[in-house]
């Protein structure tokens, strides 16, 4: 580590929960305060720590090679703190040009091993979830070809991710049961807001006039205080990735083709 100045602190780590409890640190600063604690602790930013040292987690994915799924979990407990870390882009397709938009990642969506879209990697699951209104205009796209493209990038770490693979929606007609369980915990899990958004007449794309006609239970639940029932209009969105291309820019540019097939994953390092 680069010496900043003629004067030094030893900062003795050996309690600090993101170091080994069996191992002392020492680093060369300057111009630092710090408030020394009993037991040998500091009071120091996760931030700074961050940047003064790594963990097996943090190393380049060409000394560590992982695949697309665990290189994705790294990333993303990195931006968790993020404002807007969990926005993706989502491109459709629609008369053979592409339709793309922001919408919110919202997990990965947990089954049964014996379902369909029960899909795995590092025995992790693939299965993107997010949700999306039956009026818009992406469920026509979906009917016209469910194939469909994420990109996600980390602005902190540099990365980026392309997900392709089929898009699977989920609404009142479904006779899944494991999947009619999930919308209904999605549509519980969602903001008050985000669950207004679904209940109103105003159709998506449809020219403004500003007319709700349509009344809004306030946060979208009942008197009871509990989430109403899901409207018909409300679906479930799942992405079941195929093909996985991730980017690492920055000083050791690093990229990797993942693919599915057979439901095995594999992944090979490619030029950036």
């Known amino acids: ?17 993101w170091t080994n409890p069996n191992t002392t640190h020492a680093f ?35 000394s560590d090679p992982k695949s697309w799924r665990s290189l994705l979990e790294v990333s993303i407990a990195k931006s968790r703190k993020i404002r807007g870390s969990n926005y993706v882009q989502l491109a459709t397709v629609e008369d053979g040009e592409p339709r793309c938009r922001t919408v919110v990642f919202r997990g990965f969506q947990k089954l049964d091993s014996g379902h369909s879209l029960s899909n795995e990697c590092d025995s992790l699951s693939t299965t993107f979830k997010m949700c999306t209104d039956l009026r818009s205009r992406k469920v026509k796209q979906y009917k016209e070809q469910n194939t469909a493209e994420i990109v996600w990038w980390f602005p902190k770490s540099n990365e980026q991710y392309r997900v392709r693979g089929n898009l699977v929606l989920i609404g009142d007609e479904s006779d899944d049961k494991a999947l009619n369980i999930a919308r209904k915990e ?19 794309g449809e020219a403004y006039t500003g007319e709700e006609t349509a009344s809004i239970p306030t946060g979208g639940r009942g008197e009871d205080g509990k989430p109403v029932p899901p409207p018909e209009n409300f679906l479930l969105m799942l992405l079941d990735p195929t093909h996985v291309d991730y980017l690492l820019l920055g000083g050791d540019q690093y990229r ?11 992944f090979e ?3 950036p």
């Open 186 to 204: 999605l549509w519980g899990n969602l903001s008050d807001p985000a669950r207004e958004s679904f209940l109103g007449s105003l159709v998506p």
């Open 269 to 271: 390092r490619v030029n």
């Open 1 to 17: 580590m680069r010496v900043l100045g003629s004067k030094f602190l030893w900062i003795c780590l050996a309690s600090h929960p």
């Open 28 to 62: 060369h600063l300057s111009k630092t305060n710090i408030t020394r604690y009993p037991g040998r602790c500091l009071d120091i930013s996760k931030n700074l720590l961050s940047s003064l040292f790594s963990s097996s987690n943090d190393m380049p994915p060409a």
């Open 256 to 266: 990797q083709m993942d693919a599915r097939k057979d439901g095995a994953w594999t």
